[in-house]
């Protein structure tokens, strides 16, 4: 393989809209799964030592998922660091978990990750730094102006309840302290 190319996100965000918009899968989850597995980089290879095996290319797809998400048995190790097959493979596949969650974000990040959502007694993700940084990344460039999906304006309308709610409990806590009272 070649040495690190990394492609910016700005050369690579036609590609990533036309097939997130294919698989319904909002084009900024793509780009924060791209970010954290690759970094940008079209040729990222990392060998995934528990299955004796290699993911590949910006969205790190192991070729016998690859071969299996998009039913092509003949795909090669040189297919993946295609952008056009590696992205589609990659969200092809994270749009299987988000169907297989019931749309839950982080349950598909930490199953693209490891496999399936799993948990540690507390509640966290086994994974959860890598969800973190991954759902991170995905509000990251939601916030630059992605287009919003069916699938995630649940997501930004609680982000905002919350948001609202903490303020007013705020604002609350302070008209009480300054004697103004509310009802």
């Not at 003949?74 to 097959?85: A, E, G, M």
Request: charged share 15%; hydrophobic share 40%; proline share 4%.
């Amino acid at each position: 393989m070649l040495g690190a190319v990394r492609i910016s996100s700005d050369t690579l965000t036609p590609l990533i809209e036309s097939i997130a918009s294919k698989y319904g899968v909002d084009p900024a989850l793509i780009k924060g799964v791209v970010q954290q597995e690759s970094a940008w980089d079209v040729n990222a290879s990392r060998y995934e030592a528990h299955l004796n095996d290699s993911s590949w290319g910006l969205m790190q797809v192991l070729l016998k998922t690859a071969k299996w998400i998009l039913g092509n048995d003949k795909l090669t190790i040189s297919d993946l660091v295609n952008p056009q097959i590696n992205v589609e493979a990659g969200t092809k596949y994270i749009a299987s978990l988000l169907a297989k969650y019931g749309g839950n974000v982080r349950d598909a990040i930490a199953s693209y990750n490891a496999g399936s959502p799993r948990k540690n007694k507390d509640g966290t993700y086994v994974n959860q730094a890598y969800v973190d940084s991954v759902y991170r990344n995905y509000m990251m460039y939601r916030t630059m102006g992605f287009p919003i999906t069916p699938q995630t304006a649940a997501i930004g309308i609680g982000t905002l309840a919350a948001a609202v709610a903490v303020g007013l409990v705020v604002m609350r806590a302070k008209w009480k302290r300054s004697n103004i009272g509310l009802p």
